[in-house]
């Protein structure tokens, strides 16, 4: 929050006893980086350590970090963000398990230039079957209906091969983005409440999305996924 081509199923998938190290891990032992996502416009791959420098380059000023992990000051707020951002990923595989996970994945183009991040989080998964969801866009590529697409991908994952049956957001009051796209793709309100944010005391508003409305809207059927069937006793699934 995925054999058949469309709408949240798998178009292919490759073995996972195929050894490569071109990420520095063989798929056989981490079967996700040859997970796939591809909307008309965008191509979507789990984050690996190549990516981590040009992530960490292009995020914008005001794409807000965790705020727990360790800070830094090497006198250069870029390279402080950075390494949380780093610090970020080796957590996030470092600490997978079916019960708890968060799979970031590379937003680019079909022609492979990297326009942002989307991120997929499941927690007490195998239970509650519900997904998070949180994203960001470079500068230039914000305003031309990418953010919807991206989030699409990722509850077509959801929806289908996880089988998740609801998805969930948040974001503050005021940002009108983020809350555009989840309106779009069919999110309900699901309350707001006062929360800590830099400096002041703001309103976070939630949503939520279940299972019966995303897939009588449809959003989904112009996407394609691949590489997953490998993946999933990762995700506490059984195989097929």
């Not at 994945?105 to 239970?127: A, S």
């Not at 796209?181 to 002041?200: C, D, F, I, K, T």
């Not at 809207?217 to 112009?222: M, Y």
């Amino acid at each position: 929050m995925l054999a058949r081509s469309r709408g949240g199923t798998e178009s292919s998938c490759r073995s996972p006893q195929r050894a490569s190290n071109r990420h520095g891990v063989t798929y056989r032992y981490w079967p996700l980086f040859d997970l796939r996502l591809s909307t008309p416009d965008l191509r979507l791959s789990p984050m690996t350590e190549a990516d981590l420098a040009p992530i960490a380059d292009l995020m914008p000023d005001d794409v807000e970090q965790d705020p727990g992990p360790a800070s830094y000051d090497f006198g250069d707020p870029r390279v402080d963000r950075g390494i949380v951002s780093h610090q970020a990923y080796w957590r996030a595989y470092g600490t997978w398990r079916p019960q708890a996970w968060r799979l970031s994945f590379v937003v680019r183009t079909t022609d492979g230039e990297i326009l942002g991040v989307q991120e997929l989080e499941g927690n007490d998964f195998p239970t509650l079957r519900t997904v998070d969801s949180s994203s960001f866009l470079v500068t230039k590529a914000r305003g031309r209906g990418l953010g919807k697409q991206m989030r699409t991908a990722v509850l077509t994952l959801a929806f289908g091969p996880l089988e998740a049956e609801a998805a969930i957001t948040s974001a503050w009051h005021d940002n009108h983005a983020s809350l555009g796209v989840s309106r779009a793709l069919g999110y309900q309100p699901n309350g707001e409440l006062l929360h800590a944010h830099p400096g002041r005391v703001d309103v976070l508003r939630h949503m939520r999305l279940l299972r019966a409305d995303w897939l009588a809207s449809g959003l989904g059927d112009r996407v394609e996924i691949a590489g997953f069937d490998a993946c999933l006793p990762l995700f506490g699934l059984p195989g097929r």
